[in-house]
């Protein structure tokens, strides 16, 4: 088994300070980039998923779950469709 990564680097605007923003149903990421000094530049970015916060929304939580067996299995009834 292998792989391969590729990595390419650019160079920041020497011209202005600028930045994007971008955000999709799954992440939000932002970047920022301009000038330092007469020859340098800088850039720095930022990503943040948040998949991870819709799916704990959809699941269930696990002591719902639990209680739901527990009563099932005792014969009670929980109000909800088995």
Known sequence: MSSVLN???????????QGQVNASMTDFSGLCEGPIGENGSSSSGHDKSYLQYIKNMLVLPRKFIQRSMMCRSAGVSTGTAA
Do not use: H, Q, V
Not at 7 to 17: M, N, P, T
């Open 7 to 17: 990595i390419e680097y650019r160079e920041g605007s020497k011209e202005r300070l």
